[in-house]
């Protein structure tokens, strides 16, 4: 696959997501009845899942996707990447969680204003408003620049691969976690994705198009650039 194809794919990845999350805020906007019944349905799908044992695990998992663990890890991340001289790669990182997953979600969450749920006790504290889940953009920023820098850095495939799953596995607890603690819609928490996923596509593409990423890469070895 060539680098322009992979760029356009890009555009369209982010394309579909920022799609994908305008749909949901309308629909939120617009307090769809049958948006509000699915919500209700897989929130109590996943509140009934309740056990003493796993509410300590899910509440560990949502904690750890928690604003200030997100900085933490970051600035441990950007640490690295600046000790071993790849200063591209720390730009990229900073740019989609401070940007993308973090001051780009408040004033989303600013403009929607869409009260937390309430049909269910809260395991966890949460202030503010729900819509997008700042947990799922976050994660999807933080853990979506893990993915590019695992591409970039990584050599071997079947390494590549083995981590790309791990940030996945990571996106998708933190997101889930938040509706399983009552704290989040579960259409927050798609919109956070969304919102995350769009950021992160877009920045890819404007990175490699301004030549602010690296030259070398692994994207041939094998099967070229992911798909």
């Not at 989609?96 to 395991?123: D, E, F, S, W």
């Not at 970039?152 to 799953?165: C, D, F, G, P």
């Not at 950021?199 to 490699?208: D, E, K, R």
Request: charged share 10%; net charge positive.
């Amino acid at each position: 696959m060539s680098t322009k194809l992979f760029r356009r794919r890009l555009l369209f990845r982010s394309l579909g997501a920022y799609i994908v999350f305008a749909f949901l805020t309308y629909l939120v906007w617009q307090q769809r009845p049958w948006l509000t019944q699915i919500d209700q349905q897989v929130n109590n799908w996943l509140t009934c899942l309740r056990t003493p044992w796993l509410d300590h695990i899910i509440i560990a998992i949502t904690n750890f996707g928690n604003p200030g663990n997100s900085m933490l890890l970051t600035a441990v991340l950007l640490i690295l990447l600046l000790s071993f001289q790849q200063r591209q790669l720390a730009l990229f990182s900073l740019f989609n969680v401070a940007l993308i997953g973090g001051l780009g979600n408040h004033l989303l969450k600013l403009l929607v204003m869409r009260p937390r749920p309430t049909a269910v006790a809260h395991l966890v504290h949460a202030g503010g408003t729900s819509f997008p889940s700042g947990h799922a953009a976050g994660s999807m920023a933080f853990f979506g620049a893990l993915i590019v820098i695992t591409y970039y850095l990584v050599a071997k495939h079947q390494q590549r691969q083995v981590l790309t799953s791990l940030w996945l596995l990571f996106i998708l607890l933190i997101g889930l976690s938040r509706i399983y603690v009552g704290v989040h819609n579960t259409s927050d928490v798609l919109a956070g994705w969304a919102w995350g996923l769009g950021g992160l596509s877009l920045s890819w593409w404007l990175f490699i198009r301004s030549g602010l990423l690296p030259q070398k890469n692994y994207f041939s070895k094998p099967n070229q650039l992911p798909r």
